[in-house]
């Protein structure tokens, strides 16, 4: 299942396109999203870059809070990484969101990846007092 608001920000977001993720379910404060991870991924250590897993995680949040249907964007994140991620893994993102008020919503992501916790991802965003107008 996915949103209208989340299929237009996806038509619209290049970086995540790239990144060839794939949007499996989105709604109001939820998402989970899948990718694979190319060898223009990794890092030098031959595994996949932190930013590729923090960028999916992040992708993940911004879904989950537009998908209410008011703008929301980040404004503080952090990223916490349990296992490598190799060249040719599947990752898979499911954000949650944990709290939100009228400005504020905190989100956690988790990214799995051979059934395992290979990432832990908390955001917060701030609701603009904008609606999507699609």
């Not at 109001?28 to 030098?44: A, D, E, I, T």
């Amino acid at each position: 299942m996915t949103s209208p608001i989340v299929d237009h920000m996806m038509a619209n977001d290049a970086f995540s396109r790239w990144l060839g993720i794939d949007v499996l379910d989105a709604q109001p404060g939820y998402c989970r999203l899948q990718m694979r991870v190319s060898s223009s991924m990794s890092n030098g250590f031959k595994v996949a870059h932190g930013g590729i897993a923090y960028s999916l995680a992040d992708s993940a949040l911004a879904f989950a809070a537009n998908a209410h249907g008011e703008k929301a964007m980040s404004i503080d994140c952090s990223m916490s990484y349990l296992k490598a991620i190799n060249e040719g893994d599947t990752i898979e993102a499911i954000a949650e969101e944990q709290h939100r008020s009228k400005r504020l919503g905190r989100y956690q992501v988790r990214l799995i990846s051979n059934g395992k916790a290979v990432g832990l991802f908390h955001g917060t965003v701030m609701f603009l007092g904008e609606m999507w107008d699609l």
